[in-house]
């Protein structure tokens, strides 16, 4: 088993509490609202929990219209701690991965302030390692949603404090 690993760091100009309520409360609809313009609609299958199912769709302007979809594994307020798996069979993801857990972690950087953690965790289905610039856009992709939300916030400091 060749498992490959990103980590990323990024730091957010948006409360460790103001980000983590938009992007990881499990409220699709402050969510959706804050990455407007990014995703166009996210469905919960499940009660928010470990197991629920989260489907996201891309705006075209973005990719495509593409879809994601992802399954809960854990979830910790306190800590801000979040992780998850992309469901890849019967998606197009099948042909390249067989997995793909990340995990993120919401820690303070002073008044206002954010970093956020990421780590992505992969196994592809031919067992080989993803080129350097292939990890680089797994690592953007999912840090894309974080960027679009803290435009948002900072745009819109008040809208959901």
Do not use: C
């Amino acid at each position: 088993m060749v498992v490959g690993k990103v980590t990323l760091e990024y730091p957010v100009a948006v409360s460790v509490e103001l980000l983590w309520k938009v992007a990881f409360s499990g409220d699709v609809s402050i969510f959706t609202k804050a990455s407007v313009g990014m995703i166009d609609a996210v469905e919960v299958d499940g009660d928010g929990g470990p197991g629920s199912v989260t489907t996201m769709k891309l705006n075209p302007a973005v990719g495509n219209g593409k879809v994601f979809k992802t399954r809960l594994l854990s979830h910790d307020d306190a800590a801000r701690v979040v992780k998850s798996e992309m469901v890849v069979e019967g998606s197009e993801l099948a042909v390249q991965f067989e997995s793909q857990v990340s995990e993120v972690k919401v820690v303070p950087a002073g008044e206002g302030a954010s970093v956020v953690h990421m780590t992505v965790e992969y196994e592809r289905v031919d067992r080989t390692l993803l080129p350097p610039e292939e990890e680089a856009k797994i690592g953007q992709g999912y840090l894309g949603l974080i960027k679009k939300v803290e435009e948002y916030l900072v745009a819109h400091p008040t809208e959901f404090a």
